[in-house]
């Protein structure tokens, strides 16, 4: 069995001296010129507010989102300042009355939109295209959309899991889901030329199947060279990376045969229960991957792919790094910065008897550590909101975008039938990795541990370090304040029952974490 320790080292900039300092030039804080204190709520038409399922931006900064709501989906705008933009469609919404799911969304460079939703009573999708007006565009595939199920096509299965739209910079569509209904669960790739009609030239018959035996956990993404990388969760566990050419084949150069499979802690996936995988592609063409488990609170994970396929050991500790987050969460998604920074949002519940639900920020640096770049120079943050909550919070982290100007925006929405609006300003993240690092920098022996760990630790200030370990259900079974000097400390885990655990070392707020596996 091997153990790998799970370091979260939050950046500093330069050789600066104070956190202080460090806040004023690398920040991510909320907006306060957008809505209040940045964050705009929305009420407006009930009837078809629920969930955001996709958001794009128009050159002219116009907000452009996909909604699933009560009764049909719909594509709704906003102004840049976070109204909602009434000349759009009907009062700001373009219903689309044929499916259930709410749309994924694309502004166009010719300012049209693509939405695409899905499943529909035949277990397929659809793909629309509106005006920059909201008005179904009907000289795109038949009357406006293009249709895909297994009534229309029925050797192509069912689309029936969350499929996605990709742009290539021809103009030509590639629409993207996982296959139920075939011998094998699979994914599928179906390329449509730019008024919506499929090409035939494609792969076979303008589809290419991936027969990977894919799982529930999946995302599509779409590189700078125009090929689409699949991730996606096995059910043995693994994490499989596929990368497709623009011509429909396998990316020979990629991993190897076009594959690259991660398993990123072989002795201990089948107890964790991988539940949630997220690919970002970042702009150098390489991948991050966001891994959720079902049994870990407080921690999320994630792996960095280079862009030829191998996995990036000096990413976190060993190839792994560990997001310390505020209260356990489930991950919602991420976003790479033009620097290759990755900004990770969670939902995130407490164990407390109401459970509490809260949008949640943390940020990744591109060598795989948390930046504590957030307001009073935390590692995250988080907020709640709903206006007729008792006793609870419901506060459900959607999609984020990046925005003219340096900007950040966030949807979300609340059990209430209310979506909100939130905007960030990022400062300072242009200067890459290659600056001093304040932290908490320790190592952990015996490699697995039995009656006890031996702590190496270096703090780089004046302050106490506060030593906790966590189990996986996120209780603290210790916790002792140790000396802010660089020290060894022998930690007794002879009394502990055999397995795993997070070892966190905090000094202020920068903080460092570990896992410890424990045998006997």
């Known amino acids: 069995m091997k153990t790998k320790l799970f370091l979260i080292i939050i950046s500093a900039v330069g050789l600066m001296n104070s956190l202080a300092a460090h806040a004023q030039v690398r920040?991510?804080?909320?907006?306060?010129?957008?809505?209040?204190?940045?964050?705009?709520?929305?009420?407006?038409?009930?009837?078809?507010?629920?969930?955001?399922?996709?958001?794009?931006?128009?050159?002219?900064?116009k907000i452009v989102q996909g909604i699933k709501g009560t009764q049909y989906p719909a594509v709704r705008r906003f102004l840049a300042d976070g109204t909602l933009d009434?000349?759009?469609?009907?009062?700001?919404?373009?219903?689309?009355?044929y499916t259930i799911q709410g749309p994924t969304v694309k502004v166009l460079t010719s300012g049209k939109i693509l939405a695409c939703s899905g499943p529909v009573s035949n277990y397929g999708c659809h793909i629309a295209r509106l005006t920059s007006a909201g008005?179904?565009?009907?000289?795109?595939?038949?009357?406006?959309?293009?249709?895909f199920g297994n009534q229309v096509h029925p050797d192509w299965g069912f689309a029936n899991m969350d499929p996605d739209i990709k742009v290539l910079s021809d103009n030509t569509i590639r629409l993207v889901f996982t296959n139920f209904g075939l011998q094998n669960?699979?994914?599928?790739?179906?390329?449509?030329?730019?008024?919506?009609?499929?090409?035939?030239?494609?792969?076979t018959?303008?589809?290419?199947?991936?027969?990977?035996?894919?799982?529930?956990?999946?995302?599509?993404?779409?590189?700078?060279?125009?090929?689409?990388?699949?991730?996606?969760?096995?059910?043995?566990?693994?994490?499989?990376?596929?990368?497709?050419?623009?011509?429909?084949?396998?990316?020979?150069?990629?991993?190897?045969?076009?594959?690259?499979?991660?398993?990123?802690?072989?002795?201990?996936?089948?107890?964790?229960?991988?539940?949630?995988?997220?690919?970002?592609?970042?702009?150098?063409?390489?991948?991050?991957?966001?891994?959720n488990y079902a049994h870990v609170s407080r921690f999320s994970f994630a792996i960095h792919?280079?862009?030829?396929?191998?996995?990036?050991?000096?990413?976190?500790?060993?190839?792994?790094?560990?997001?310390?987050?505020?209260?356990?969460?489930?991950?919602?998604?991420?976003?790479?910065?033009?620097?290759?920074?990755?900004?990770?949002?969670?939902?995130?519940?407490?164990?407390?008897?109401?459970q509490t639900y809260a949008c949640q920020l943390a940020m990744l640096t591109t060598a795989g550590k948390s930046d504590s770049v957030f307001a009073n120079h935390m590692p995250y943050t988080y907020f709640q909101y709903d206006p007729n909550a008792t006793g609870s919070q419901y506060t459900n982290a959607g999609p984020m975008i990046l925005l003219p100007g340096n900007k950040i925006v966030?949807?979300?929405?609340?059990?209430q039938n209310y979506t909100w609006l939130s905007r960030y300003n990022q400062t300072g993240f242009s200067m890459g990795i290659a600056e001093a690092r304040g932290t908490v920098d320790f190592s952990?022996?015996?490699?697995?541990?039995?009656?006890?760990?031996?702590?190496?630790?270096?703090?780089?200030?004046?302050?106490?370090?506060?030593?906790?370990?966590?189990d996986l259900s996120g209780k603290t079974v210790f916790e002792k304040v140790l000396s802010s000097r660089s020290n060894a400390y022998q930690l007794e885990s002879s009394g502990w029952n055999a397995g795993i655990y997070f070892v966190e070392l905090r000094e202020g707020s920068r903080v460092s974490s570990g896992k410890l596996v424990v045998v006997h």
């Open 27 to 61: 920040s991510i804080q909320a907006d306060s010129s957008f809505g209040t204190s940045g964050l705009v709520i929305s009420t407006l038409n009930t009837s078809y507010i629920a969930t955001p399922s996709g958001m794009d931006v128009q050159t002219d900064g």
């Open 86 to 97: 009434v000349t759009f469609g009907v009062n700001g919404y373009a219903v689309l009355p």
């Open 135 to 147: 008005v179904i565009d009907s000289t795109f595939g038949t009357n406006g959309y293009a249709t």
């Open 185 to 203: 669960d699979t994914a599928m790739i179906i390329k449509l030329n730019s008024n919506g009609i499929v090409d035939n030239s494609f792969g």
């Open 205 to 291: 018959a303008g589809k290419l199947t991936i027969n990977q035996t894919v799982w529930t956990a999946c995302s599509f993404i779409l590189d700078h060279n125009d090929r689409i990388v699949m991730t996606t969760q096995t059910p043995s566990g693994n994490v499989f990376l596929t990368r497709i050419l623009p011509n429909g084949s396998i990316d020979n150069t990629f991993g190897t045969g076009g594959s690259s499979m991660i398993l990123p802690d072989p002795a201990q996936t089948a107890q964790l229960g991988l539940k949630s995988v997220i690919g970002v592609g970042l702009p150098d063409n390489s991948t991050v991957v966001l891994l």
């Open 305 to 354: 792919i280079k862009a030829d396929g191998t996995q990036d050991m000096s990413y976190g500790v060993n190839g792994l790094a560990a997001i310390n987050l505020f209260i356990s969460t489930i991950m919602a998604g991420g976003l790479a910065l033009d620097n290759g920074e990755v900004l990770i949002s969670g939902q995130s519940n407490s164990t407390s008897t109401f």
């Open 410 to 415: 966030q949807a979300g929405s609340t059990r």
């Open 444 to 470: 952990l022996y015996p490699v697995p541990a039995d009656d006890h760990a031996v702590i190496n630790y270096h703090a780089g200030g004046n302050e106490g370090v506060l030593l906790r370990v966590l």
